[in-house]
């Protein structure tokens, strides 16, 4: 009994051992990441300037512009696969902390599109002066939310060398239209439901057409899905975003990607949008068919537990295989001078 006993302690010990080992070489990634402050009009932004671990002349630099959301530097060590593809192709990566995130000064719920874009044109003015960084190949990725601040960025700086666009959306109304509809059908909400929801969206929507107060909001709001005070005024400021006419403004390339599973955006309207307003020499898009709206793999939209573990335990397998290598080959194509 004790001898079976000792059996399952050291084979449980044994489990335990390469769990961690598993881990530890799953979460250390071939990058060196420097932890940075930037002095703004508007106070400190911290972030991460991450390197490749080896390296010889000037490097390319990635500007993150993230979406939605209170967004570490990381995105909570999401970001750490995509740093380490470019820096296998000689880029180093930069970014920021949210306002109010780690550090940053501000509330990133007070900004306005406008001002993220100020907030990462102060980040490219820093990173020009680093001497490891060849100003001439910095380029911008922006995922979601990003797609509205992107292109106000091209339009000030027009030193940008690329543009990469994941799952961006066109117009903020629309856009959410689109994904309460989708979420709901996903959920098997019937239709008369759905209408319902969509009735008491537009009711929403007329408020703050008509710039109506937070308290004014309260008196219709559905309590299960409360938007706070300061979510309100974010919202208020930012509702009427669209990116259609901003995109003039590239003078640059522009790779557009777009996940085929993506319930968040209508990918048909981006991809229509987009190809009108972007000229075909300068634009490339990519579809990726098994991809969601965070270019997640099909079988980790399916299961919450499974995208958990995996983050964990494989965080380099969370996302579409085609992803990270279409990244990579096209910032590949801007070679140093």
Sequence with gaps: MKKHFKLILVGTIGILAASIVLFIYQNTFKITEKKIEIETSNGILTGTLALPTDYSGKLGLVVFVHGDGAINDSYDGG???????????????????????????????????????????HAI??????????????????ASQGGWVIPKIAKEDKDIAFNILVSPAINWV???????????QKEGTSEKEIQEVEKYDNQV???????????????????NSLISKERWSFIKKNYLS???EDLKYFNSPVHLVLGGQDINVDINNTDLIYRQHIQSNQLSVSILPDADHSMLKKEMVASKLRTNLTAIFFP??????????????????????
């Design 79 to 121: 970001y750490k696969p995509l740093w380490e593809k470019f820096a296998s192709v000689g880029y180093a990566s930069l970014s920021l902390n949210k306002p109010g995130i780690n550090g940053s000064n501000g509330n990133w719920l007070e900004q306005s599109m406008d001002d993220r874009a100020q907030e990462a044109i």
């Design 125 to 142: 003015h820093w990173a020009k002066n680093l001497p490891m960084v060849d100003s001439k190949r910095i380029g911008l990725w922006g």
């Design 174 to 184: 629309t856009q959410g239209k689109y994904n309460t509809r989708k979420n709901l």
């Design 205 to 223: 929507l007329d408020l703050l057409k008509s710039q109506s107060s937070y308290d004014d909001y309260l008196k219709i709001a559905n309590k």
């Design 242 to 244: 669209d990116a259609t």
């Design 316 to 337: 380099r397998s969370l996302f579409d295989d085609k992803y990270l290598n279409d990244l990579t080959q096209f910032v590949s194509q801007f070679k140093a001078n």
